[in-house]
């Protein structure tokens, strides 16, 4: 299991025209679910996502996670992130599960972010969106389990 994590000011996302859901500031996950990846890769990757410190404190460290400064969660499904570039110049989807299996443990990480007690949104598992965001940072990380 993959997650793109991005620290926001604020992001959306936005599905045929229209507003889906939306955060302020907080962090925008993309979540890519790989073959073989149970619950427990969630639960470990859900944990890591709400106590990363990626926040700055009050001397401008990386010292606080999503969880001390109260913020927003996005969601989004992406199983482009399993996508292998190794070779040739098209990507491979091989690793990535197959779409029941990959939703069912998107909708748990959901399920899990959500007993955080923060505000957590989503995209929609398997349609076209448009995902705007404001990076924060830039803060950017690459967090697999």
Not at 101 to 125: D, I, P
Not at 134 to 139: F, L
């Amino acid at each position: 299991m993959k997650a793109l994590i991005q620290r926001v000011k604020n992001a959306s996302v936005t599905i045929d025209g229209k507003l889906f859901s939306s955060i302020d500031s907080g962090l925008l996950v993309f979540l890519g679910v790989e073959k073989g990846d149970t619950a427990e890769n969630a639960d470990k990757l859900c944990d890591k996502v709400l106590n990363l410190r990626i926040f700055e404190d009050e001397n401008e460290k990386m010292n606080l996670s999503l969880k001390d400064v109260k913020g927003d969660l996005l969601v989004v499904s992406q199983f482009t992130l399993c996508g292998d570039c190794k070779k040739g110049t098209r990507p491979s989807f091989d690793r990535a599960e197959l779409p029941q299996k990959a939703n069912e443990l998107y909708e748990y990480f959901v399920s899990l972010s959500k007993k955080s007690g923060l505000k957590v949104q989503t995209g929609e598992f398997g349609a076209m969106m448009d995902v705007s965001l404001i990076n924060d940072g830039p803060v950017t990380f690459m967090v697999e389990k």
